[in-house]
T-cell receptor
Framework: EAGVTQFPSHSVIEKGQTVTLRCDPISGHDNLYWYRRVMGKEIKFLLHFVKESKQDESGMPNNRFLAERTGGTYSTLKVQPAELEDSGVYFC??????????????FGPGTRLTVL | DQQVKQNSPSLSVQEGRISILNCDYTNSMFDYFLWYKKYPAEGPTFLISISSIKDKNEDGRFTVFLNKSAKHLSLHIVPSQPGDSAVYFCAATISGTYKYIFGTGTRLKVLA
């Protein structure tokens, strides 16, 4: 079974530009999550999809961030326009729907975003 | 305000000895706790978990202890192996919310 994949692995952009990160969850996983780790700090929750619906977007920093999951498969996270403080590693995770929150989340390798 | 805290950024242990990683939390609503391990350039991988109704869970060399009154959990690795060298994240969640709240991680180095 293929794991969670993320593209690109690295992205370096200038302040004010737009970047789109992509996540492909494990096949059959209805739950998809985005997290972010700013250097040396905690891994912070951004949002949670159940299929194509946003279940919880309480962690999204501001309206420069837009996440989508059309068709309930892969997800994209767009940052527009990017600011210096958006730099960090963006992780995507997925989990099966088990009617409980105690299901293991499987993480992708992350996308390292650097905003200059 | 950080709800999950890992106060030791790093820890070095000799191969074969016990590694003890600590985690404190502030939110008494948390009812499930997890440890994830992360190697460089990889995503975190699940290691072990514990429900708030238990005080201990064991899986091979890994044991997690939960002290609810102190709002403290710890991960014990016995015996420690060089391949255990990684960053360990403690995480907590509240049933029904799905999101995990992570600590800042502890970098474990096991010396051969």
């Amino acid at each position: 079974e293929a794991g969670v994949t993320q593209f690109p692995s690295h992205s370096v952009i200038e302040k004010g530009q737009t970047v789109t990160l992509r996540c492909d969850p494990i096949s059959g996983h209805d739950n998809l999550y985005w997290y972010r780790r700013v250097m040396g700090k905690e891994i912070k929750f951004l949002l949670h999809f159940v299929k194509e619906s946003k279940q919880d977007e309480s962690g999204m920093p501001n309206n420069r961030f837009l996440a989508e999951r059309t068709g309930g498969t892969y997800s994209t996270l767009k940052v527009q326009p990017a600011e210096l403080e958006d730099s960090g590693v963006y992780f995507c995770a997925s989990s099966r729907y088990q009617g409980s929150s105690y299901n293991e989340q499987f993480f992708g390798p992350g996308t390292r975003l650097t905003v200059l | 305000d950080q709800q999950v805290k890992q106060n030791s950024p790093s820890l070095s242990v000799q191969e074969g000895r016990i590694s003890i990683l600590n985690c404190d939390y502030t939110n008494s609503m948390f009812d499930y706790f997890l440890w994830y391990k992360k190697y460089p350039a990889e995503g975190p991988t699940f290691l072990i978990s514990i429900s708030s109704i238990k005080d201990k869970n064991e899986d091979g060399r890994f044991t997690v202890f939960l002290n609810k009154s102190a709002k403290h959990l710890s991960l014990h690795i016995v015996p420690s192996q060089p391949g255990d060298s990684a960053v360990y994240f403690c995480a907590a969640t509240i049933s029904g919310t799905y999101k995990y709240i992570f600590g800042t991680g502890t970098r474990l180095k096991v010396l051969a």
